[in-house]
């Protein structure tokens, strides 16, 4: 898992902005990455720009398709399940066009001022503090809203005025309309097999977006991802693919859902640290994924068929 820190950190690049003394205080939500320092507002993105090139094996032409929607700003959907390559694809992008991508991991408990922002007091009175949508949409980033359909439905809204026509935020108790950057663009990721009637998108928010539809990769292109990824050979991956392939059949008939490409690359990992793999499967794959014992027994025979 050498290249993780992609999907998890980009440590903001210190050297190109020089500290001031009269700073004024940016702070985020914490859903969104922090920066070690306080940047001038000119700089505000500099810690949300994807610095080194994060590892992304094209499947089939999503890139150019991104690409193409990118230059429309067309609001993009990225379906798919659990693990299989959407954030990795996003941060792809970013990092291809420039961008600085500002990811936002949605929840129930968000509200509509965690995304747009809201009043702060300080010692000073009380100031605006623009929340990541804001921030996005004033500096033009990539905003990458992750799991979209787990924010209530009013609080989805907030995004309608700049997925349509209008590419403005209002930010009601401001008083103020941001006229959405040039280079802003707004990502949503979605997991089609989860949400229940309570929890799905309306078709209004839905019909905003172009959509990608991304699921586990063919066998020899998610064995050179498991490869890449873990450092196992390539021979070792595609046993692993093999196992996550038998799992996935078992959607439906006892597993809720496949053993993701993400959970390939965990046992992938354990057994390049030296891991026997029959215990990297069981404690990666096989556990996580089931409670059922017969299940768990079916699974751990699909492992011992090819380790
Ligand atoms: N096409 C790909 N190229 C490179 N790596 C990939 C690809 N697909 C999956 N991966 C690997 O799988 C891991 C999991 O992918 P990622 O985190 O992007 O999943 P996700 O679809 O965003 O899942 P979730 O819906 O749970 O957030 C990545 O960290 C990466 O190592
Ligand atoms: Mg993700």
């Known amino acids: 898992m050498s290249r993780d820190p992609f999907t998890r950190t980009y440590a903001p690049r210190r050297k190109s902005y020089s500290p001031g003394a009269a700073r004024p205080a940016v702070s985020r939500p ?4 922090p920066a070690a320092d306080t940047p001038p507002p000119a700089d505000l993105l500099v810690p949300y720009m994807v610095r080194e090139e994060p590892y992304y094996r094209q499947v089939t032409d999503e890139v150019d398709l991104y690409e193409a929607a990118y230059s ?10 659990t693990g299989c390559g959407k954030t990795r694809f996003v941060e792809y992008m ?9 990811t936002v991991a949605c929840n129930e408990d968000m509200t ?13 009175g009380t100031r605006w503090q623009d929340g990541p949508l804001a921030v996005a949409a004033r500096h033009g980033a990539i905003c990458y809203l992750d799991e979209v359909v787990e924010a209530r439905q009013d609080t989805t809204v907030v995004i309608h005025p700049l997925t349509d026509a209008r590419r403005a935020l209002p930010l009601e108790k401001k008083g103020e309309v941001i006229e959405a950057h040039p280079d802003f663009q707004i990502v949503i990721s979605y997991n ?16 905003r977006f172009g959509a990608l539809d991304f699921n586990y990769p063919e066998h020899d292109v998610e064995a050179e991802i498991v490869a890449h990824e873990t450092g ?21 008939h006892g597993l809720d ?10 046992a992938g990992s354990l057994i390049a640290k030296g891991v026997s793999p ?3 499967c069981r404690v990666a794959l096989v556990r996580p994924i089931t409670d059922d014992p017969d299940m768990r027994d079916a699974l751990d025979s699909a492992v011992t068929t090819y380790f």
């Open 30 to 33: 914490a859903t969104a990455r």
């Open 72 to 81: 429309v700003r067309m609001p993009m959907m990225l379906k798919g399940p």
């Open 94 to 102: 970013a990092w291809r066009l420039g961008k600085p991508l500002i």
């Open 112 to 124: 509509a001022s965690d995304l747009v922002g809201r009043f702060l007091l300080d010692a000073s």
């Open 192 to 207: 089609p097999g989860y949400q229940s009637l309570m929890k799905d998108l309306k078709q209004s928010t839905k019909q």
């Open 232 to 252: 196992v050979d390539i021979e070792t991956a595609k046993n692993l693919v093999h196992i996550g392939e038998r799992a996935r059949n078992l959607k439906g």
């Open 257 to 266: 859902e496949g053993l993701s490409t993400r959970m390939l690359i965990y």
């Open 278 to 280: 029959l215990a990297a």
